[in-house]
Every structure is written in C-alpha cells, then in structure tokens.
C-alpha cells in the first residue's frame, strides 16, 4: 500500500478586488462591473505514489509549483481539485527560518518552535543540549534570535526540526543551509532518518543531490508534471533542457519514447548504427537510438564555437571510392570538397540528423541502466559500444590508440595559412611539446568569424574512460576478443558492431557500409 498517494492534483490562488474591500465596496463593484479576480494556478493535474523507504526529488526552475505541492502534500493547504493520501506521522521542513520571535533568546526560541512542533516540555528538556550542539549554537543560547546570521538561524531550526523519526518527511530546500561541514552533517542526518525507513521528498535545486539520495524523481515546468519516475533518466533530460540542448517539448517526447516497444534498440549513434537504423526503419522496423553522451553522432560530432564548426573528438575527413555510399551519405546531407575528401555543410552533425529523421533517439542514457528499468524495451539490442564494456570488463580491457586534444579560441581571424599542419618539434614553444598535428577548423568551410578555433592534438596512451579512437589488435587483445564473443553466445539478442563493438578499425565510409550490410543479413533473417 502506498504511503503517499497524490491524485490529479491542481491548486489555486485568487488574487484581485475580494482582498481588502468590505461588504459595501464589494456590493458596488459588482453592480458595476468593476469587480475583478484572477485566477493563478500554481500546480496542475499532479500525480504519483510513493512506497515506504522510496525518496522523491522534486525538481523544476522557479516558478514551477514545487514548493506549492509540498504545502498540499504536508496538509497545510487543501488542493483546489484533486486529492492528497498520507499514511502515518508527518515531519515537514519548510521555510526553515520562519516562525522564530527575534526578541527572545536562542533559547527562548528553541522551546518556543519546538512547542509548535508538539514536542512536550520534557522532551525539549532531554533533547535542549543536543539541539544547540548539532546547531553549533553553544556560545549564542543567550543571544536575541534577531543577531543571528540567516545560516545560524537556519541552523537551528534544522536541528529542532529533525529531532524526530517520522513516516514521512517533506524537505524544502533544507539540506543546503550553512557552511559544507555543516551540509554534510545535515545529509548525514537525513540519511539516519531515511535509513530508518521513513518516506521522503525533497526538493533541491541541486541536481547531484537529488541524483545521490533520491529513488524517484518528479520533474514540474511552470506548475505541469514533465515526468515522474526514475532518477537517472529523468535527470539527464532535465540537465539538457537546462543546458538548452533540447526544449522542453522534446524532452517530453524522448521521455515518452522510452515507454514505448521497439524491434531494434540501437546504442550507440556513430555512423554504423545510424546507417542500421535508418534502413531498418525505411524497411518498417521500429528502431531507438541511445547515447550514453549528451549528444548524437558518436566521435564525428561537432559543435559551434564562435561560429566555427569544431570536430569535438578528433578531425574527420570523409573519403571513399564506393559510388554506393557516395551517393547514400548525399541523401541526407551536403558535402564540399577538402584535399581528396569531403565535409558535410554545416558539421557532421547535419550528416547524422538527416540518417535519423523521424527516428526516436535519446542522449544522456547508458544502456546498462535502461535495461534496469525498461528490460523489454526492443526485441534485438545493436550494441556499438565496447564488447567489453558490455561485460563490464570481467576479463580485462582491450587496447586503443588514444588522442588528447586541446582546443584553443584565438582573438584572431586565422592562426595558420593551411587548415592542417603537421609541425616539427623544433617549431613548438612549450605549450605544445609534443603536439603532432594543429587544425583550424573554420578553414574547413570558410566559415566568417572574427575569431579562430584551433586543435593541438597530441598521442597518449590510451586507459580506460579516455578517448578510444583505432583498436590496437595483437595477440593479448584478439585473446581477449575470442573469450568475449565466446561470452556473448549467451546472449543471442544482442549484436555487437561497430568499431568498439567488433574490436575493428573502420574509416567512415565502410562504417556506413557495415551497417547497411548488418540490416541486410537482418532483414534475410540470417
């Protein structure tokens, strides 16, 4: 049974003429016409259930009905529709520092809040010493309240407040008061008091907490429930709509493309398992992209610095001989010429869009952790990244060549007289000891800017979490490979592809080759 219940909730203020004006003034302004009111809703049509011991993260910008919800879900005010289920006692930290009288004393206050609270004498008594300490109040108990800084006060009232081990526990915004040390104590508080198995909701406009402590997490925008549901996921879509990489339209959508039942989940969005899904998808298959990265396109995506077009994870240069994929890629995208290759107008993100057009994909959400909570999401899984990051590398890590690369906005229209230039060690000042090779980007497509964005890339060796660009091979890492696939006989509905995913070096084009020759076989049914 749940411990909290909130069902459609919706709750309303008035504001307007019936403030202030007796029965007289109020009389003639309807007769007149004069009289008005207006309707502002701060919450509407919210619902969700919590179990004992879960923990609730509310988050959302100002404004959008958090702390209004936790009113109603506490009992301090009814909701206008809708209706709200408690079961068991209810312990609510709101506006912490509200309700002290600033002429008594600390002391004086102590009791005072705690008698609001419905703590007996006795108990105050017992519990007076504790409260001032875990404060760090000691040397102000016979201060006016009014000398107290606000973190003090907020201190204090924190210290009353969580003496007790109720059912349910409301938090607003409580667990930021005072310095570190004493934010720390008061998480540690908290987390007693949750261990204990009492039911939570917080709200916090700090995303990692909510990230740590929280089970479940209701998203609300301007009083409309977004999303509730798991932590993780609803995080990482809240964190891009506030880093205004989606809106907030599109964060309902791939929210609710999660919920949907796929043929193909594909993860993982470079140009093999794009070029998969979309022929697929043009074959009637229902096909979702994920990424773990908060973007799409794997290591040819690039980004706009300055209104240069900027290779995030290293240059690329697209080059082939087969007609196929030359007229294929020109399908979706439009290309320029560059020293024997091509570059796709605008970045090759343009190239990546138009392979996934009307193609559900979401960013920001690793494959272990969707399969925790959606596990019949899709029938077959294309696993893209590394085989042995599927296993969770049980039996060790395989090898790439790895590249470090240093981008650096110059106050200058160029830097060099070439896009690519490979220098010599003696032509390096100390900064760049090292570097093997600096690219200009906006030289790529003549790009208009006062300014000018430069790579320095230099080799490293490559350890996990590092950019993992062409597999190594050898005799230790095919070892390695042939036990990994041996392992992935136990899984029949996963296919592994792609660079990381087959241990194999593939240049662009034959990465977009290998997907559409994947969907083929696929599609035979072999």
């Keep these: 049974m749940s411990v909290i219940e ?26 007149t016409g004069n009289y008005h009111v207006n309707e502002f809703w701060a919450d509407r049509h919210i619902s969700f259930k919590l179990e004992q011991g879960e923990m609730l993260g509310i988050i959302g910008s100002n404004g959008a009905g958090k702390s209004t919800l936790l009113k109603a879900v506490s009992g301090i005010m009814e909701p206008t529709e809708g209706w709200v289920k408690r079961k068991g006692n209810i312990a609510a930290l709101l506006e912490l520092a509200s309700g002290f009288d600033g002429d008594l004393t600390v002391r004086e206050n102590t009791y005072l809040r705690g008698a609001m609270l419905g703590y007996t004498r006795r108990f105050m008594d017992e519990t007076y010493d504790q409260i001032i300490r875990f404060a760090e109040l000691q040397d102000f108990q016979d201060r006016p309240f009014k000398q107290l800084s606000s973190g003090m006060k907020s201190r204090l ?25 004493f934010r720390k104590k008061s ?172 193609i559900p994909a979401v960013t920001g959400v690793g494959y272990k952790h969707l399969m925790e909570v959606h596990p019949d999401i899709a029938d077959k899984v294309l696993y893209t990244g590394g085989i042995d990051s599927f296993f969770e590398y049980s039996l060790g890590h395989l090898e790439y060549d790895s590249l470090k690369i240093e981008l650096e906005e110059m106050k200058q229209e160029y830097y060099q007289d070439q896009t690519i230039v490979i220098p010599k060690p003696e032509d390096l000042d100390e900064d760049h000891e090292g570097c093997t090779r600096i690219v200009e980007y906006k030289r790529f497509l003549n790009e208009r800017s006062k300014k000018t964005v430069v790579a320095f890339e230099y080799p490293q060796e490559w350890i996990p ?41 593939y240049t662009m084009d034959e990465a977009i080759a290998a997907g559409l020759e994947l969907a083929k076989r696929e599609l035979r049914g072999e």
């Design 187 to 358: 998480e540690a508080k908290m987390r007693e008091i949750i261990a204990s198995g009492a039911t939570t909701i917080l709200v916090s406009h700090s995303l990692s907490q909510v990230q740590e402590l929280c089970t479940k997490v209701l998203w609300l925008e301007k009083g409309n429930q977004i999303a509730f549901g798991d932590t993780g996921i609803i995080c990482s879509f809240y964190q891009q709509y506030l880093d205004k990489k989606i809106t907030l339209t599109q964060a309902k959508e791939k929210l609710d493309s999660l919920n949907g039942h796929y043929d193909y989940l594909v993860v993982g969005s470079g140009l093999f398992g794009c070029a998969f899904a979309r022929e697929m998808t043009d074959r009637g298959k229902k096909c979702l992209i994920i990424d773990s990265r908060p973007q799409l396109g794997g290591n040819i995506y690039c980004e706009s610095i300055d209104g240069v077009t900027v290779h995030k994870y290293g240059t690329h240069i697209f080059r082939t001989n087969n007609k196929k994929i030359w007229d294929y890629v020109n399908r979706y995208a439009r290309f320029v010429d560059f020293e024997g290759g091509y570059i796709p107008v605008g970045g090759y993100n343009t190239l990546i869009e138009g392979l996934l057009k009307g």
């Design 465 to 505: 979490g590092r950019l993992a660009c062409i597999p190594v091979g050898g005799e230790k890492n095919e070892k390695l490979l042939a036990q990994y696939r041996k392992m992935a006989i136990d899984h029949p509905n996963v296919i592994f592809g792609g660079r990381l995913g087959s241990y194999k070096y």
């Design 6 to 31: 909130v069902n459609d909730v919706s709750i309303r203020y008035l504001t307007g003429d019936f403030k202030d004006i007796g029965l007289k003034e109020y009389v003639m302004r309807r007769l």
């Design 157 to 181: 009232a924190f210290s009353i407040a969580s003496l007790v081990q109720p059912d349910i526990l409301i938090l607003d915004e409580v667990l930021s008061v005072g310095d570190g040390a």
